[in-house]
């Protein structure tokens, strides 16, 4: 594969990428370029280089599949100081995105320009390293300190617009780029030209900036972003070159880490769980129109990420009152995004003209896709399913938001049970980026994919899971949760077990988490069970249920809660109650207790495996990252085992 093509274009040398998808610096490219300069300084009638991609974007950075392995020569810091020193200024034409070490390369080009639309960034710390190509050295030299830490500390790209005002490019242009590019060298050559971006000074910045920036920026468990901020530090207080000996030791330090291992792993089971390969030539059907039965906690929240995804939306409920509870709920989250920045208030008033609430089935006649959450009922489900068959188009796809019921017997007696699948959300379903999907045998290939295109549009991340008790997600919280009382009964502290899990990286332990969304959901669906005649051995959150402890809302659960207050109280109660089902004093510190109950996970995740019911340990890791919140950094539980 040729990785770069050279043209002419009178004096000036058009370096043109090619490297599918995303233009990645990989080594052969790396090597590519180097040997570019060379010619090109070399070639007397070449007075400027444009350096241009072919494809969807510009270089999105170095090629991550690349940091498994021991780095090869040349290094990506030679190659830009070579670009940079070339005898003839080099012009960076930027589309898509300038990303890590491609927008490092850019910086070492004596100009940079770009489309309207394109971004550019140093997202390095969302994998867990920092830029190790002059990334934390040019940035404060081209645009100041502070701009280097919102790029390199805080990982978001800037787009076009705001780059140029930072300084971090030198012009917009529109139509084609590299004739623009082309336009802007021969223009360049007839003046001056800028130093070269290493030689230029840094702008002094106070000495508080660092501290305020230190606490900042500080992310318990991920060392990357106060790596990059100390790189930008020494960067400022140094020589250029002795900076970029400091960025490349941090770097390849942070490339080997566990932390990055884990990051790069999650990086691409995303981009892999997003198209699956089976469904890679199947068409989704066409979705345009999203209609939702029940406006509780999940239509509302599912309905409020359909909206803002600019699928006009019909909600159905019981009466109208629901109705206008429904449709107030969906109205709160678009204000609440409003208020946070995230949406225009035209944007805002655009989207609700496409909201309509109603009773009567009938305004779903003509939806592509409806989506069922009303009571976690199986005759309630059937019955909505049976309107659904009645009034939807016989292709509309038609889904079950169901948590815990098996969808099969929800689409009993349906008349197209090929349109029908499994569309699990997570609470609050306008945030949480799962999305679990569930095909039942008879699911057409076609609406699996509308699943599939569904999740991008909504911007979340698909997993497809097979049918058994929770799915994948809720099976393995089951475990979690089971072994946790495990180690409660062989005498290790609840506080010691939520705080170890909080030492691993999770937000909350999981007797905090049961506290805070209640123990008695849980509590009635093992009880009806046993109605059944379910053999369902009695757990411990069943004994503080029934003393009347359903966690925060009753004033407590696995703790004690102060009127008013959120804070977990060790609860002498709960000691009391629990104390005849305690069989042992183990003493586990807290990375043994972390280590037990992350195995327990990756146990049950090789059951679902073998079982089917998941495709890869990649899906898995995802969906407790994405629907439980396992710390990313930690890669997953059949990653981290
Ligand atoms: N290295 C290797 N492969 C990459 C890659 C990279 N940097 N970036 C993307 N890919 C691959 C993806 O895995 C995917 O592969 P697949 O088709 O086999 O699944 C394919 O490219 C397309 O990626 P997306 O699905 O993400 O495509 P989008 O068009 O949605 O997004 C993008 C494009 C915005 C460029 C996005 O891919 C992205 O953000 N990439 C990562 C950018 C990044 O983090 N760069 C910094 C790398 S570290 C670095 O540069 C270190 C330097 O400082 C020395
Ligand atoms: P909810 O009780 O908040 O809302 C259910 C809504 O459905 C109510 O507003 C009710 O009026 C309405 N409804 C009931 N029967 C109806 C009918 N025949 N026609 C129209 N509307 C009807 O319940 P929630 O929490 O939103 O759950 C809904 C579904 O989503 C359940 O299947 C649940 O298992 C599932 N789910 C819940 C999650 C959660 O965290 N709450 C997470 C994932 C799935």
């Known amino acids: 594969m040729n990785e770069i093509e050279i043209t002419r274009r009178g004096e000036i040398a058009v370096v043109m990428v090619d490297n599918p998808p995303v233009n990645a610096l990989s080594q052969a490219m790396r090597a590519a370029l180097l040997s570019a300069a060379d010619a090109l300084d ?14 969807r974007t510009f270089i999105a950075g170095a090629d991550v599949r690349e940091f498994d392995l021991p780095p090869l020569e040349p290094h990506l810091p030679d190659v830009i100081a070579r670009i940079e020193n070339a005898e003839k200024p080099w012009i960076a034409a930027i589309h898509g995105t300038a990303l890590g070490g491609g927008f490092e390369v850019a910086m070492g080009c004596r100009f940079r320009i770009a489309l309207e639309s394109a971004a550019v960034g140093l997202p390095e710390v969302t994998l867990g390293i920092i830029p190790g190509a002059g990334g934390t050295c040019r940035t404060p030299r081209l645009a100041g300190v502070e701009t280097a830490v919102k790029l390199a500390v ?31 060298a021969e223009k360049a050559l007839q003046q001056p030209l800028p130093a070269k971006t290493s030689a230029r000074p840094i702008a002094a910045i106070d000495e508080a900036f660092w501290s305020e920036a230190e606490k900042d920026k500080a992310k318990p468990g991920y060392r990357a972003p106060l790596a990059a901020l100390s790189s930008i530090r020494f960067a400022t207080e140094n020589p250029f070159d002795a900076a970029m000996l400091n960025e490349r030791g941090l770097f390849l330090e942070l490339r080997a880490s566990d932390e990055a291992a884990a990051l790069r792993h999650v990086f691409f089971a995303e981009r892999s769980a997003a198209r699956p390969a089976a469904l890679k030539t199947v068409e989704p059907r066409p979705l ?59 944007k805002q008033a655009f989207l609700l003209e496409g909201l309509a609430g109603t009773t009567d089935y009938q305004a779903l006649s003509a939806c592509d896709l409806v989506i069922e959450a009303v009571f976690e009922e199986i005759a309630v489900k059937r019955a909505v399913f049976a309107e659904l068959d009645r009034v939807c188009r016989a292709d509309a796809v038609l889904a079950t938001n169901t948590s815990y019921l098996d969808p099969r017997r929800i689409a009993e007696g349906l008349s197209h049970p090929e349109r029908f699948i499994g569309l699990h959300f997570f609470s609050p379903a306008h945030v949480m980026k799962l999305l679990e999907i569930i095909p039942v045998p008879e699911t057409a290939d076609d609406v699996l994919a509308t699943g599939f295109q569904l999740a991008r549009a909504l911007g979340k991340i698909p997993v497809t899971s097979g049918i058994c008790e929770g799915f994948i997600g809720n099976r393995i919280l089951k475990r979690y949760r089971a072994e946790a009382e495990q180690l409660v ?119 679902i495996l073998a079982e089917g019911i998941a495709a890869k340990p990649e899906d898995i890791d995802l969906v407790k990252i994405h629907g439980y919140g396992f710390p990313r950094h930690r890669g997953g539980p059949m990653f981290a085992s």
């Open 42 to 55: 070399r070639d007397d009638a070449v007075k400027a280089v444009v350096l241009a991609c072919a494809g």
């Open 288 to 346: 345009k129109s999203i209609g939702i039965v029940g406006g509780g906690t999940m239509g509302t929240g599912i309905g409020a990420a359909a909206l803002m995804a600019g699928y006009p939306l019909t909600l159905i409920e019981r009466d109208e009152a629901a109705v206008a509870r429904g449709l107030s709920a969906i109205e709160a989250v678009l204000a609440g995004a409003v208020r946070r920045g995230k949406l225009t208030a035209a």
């Open 489 to 607: 009964r062989r005498g290790v502290a609840i506080a010691e077990i939520d705080g170890a899990m909080r030492d691993y990286g999770f937000k909350m332990g999981p007797f905090e988490t049961q506290d805070l969304s209640g123990l008695d959901i849980a509590y009635l669906q093992r009880e009806g069970a046993r109605s059944e005649g379910q053999d369902v051995p009695e757990t411990l959150g069943d004994i503080l249920v029934r003393a009347g402890r359903k966690g925060q809302k009753t004033g407590g659960g696995w703790y004690d809660y102060r009127e008013g207050e959120r804070k977990p109280v060790v609860s002498s109660e709960v000691a009391a109650l629990l104390q005849p089902r305690i069989e042992a004093s183990d003493a586990l510190d807290r990375t043994a207790i972390a280590d037990h109950l992350i195995a327990a996970m990756a146990d049950e995740g090789r059951a």
């Open 154 to 184: 805080g990982g978001r790209p800037l787009g076009a617009r705001k780059a140029l005002e930072a300084g971090l490019i030198d012009a917009i242009v529109e139509g084609d780029l590299v004739a623009e590019a082309v336009a802007f």
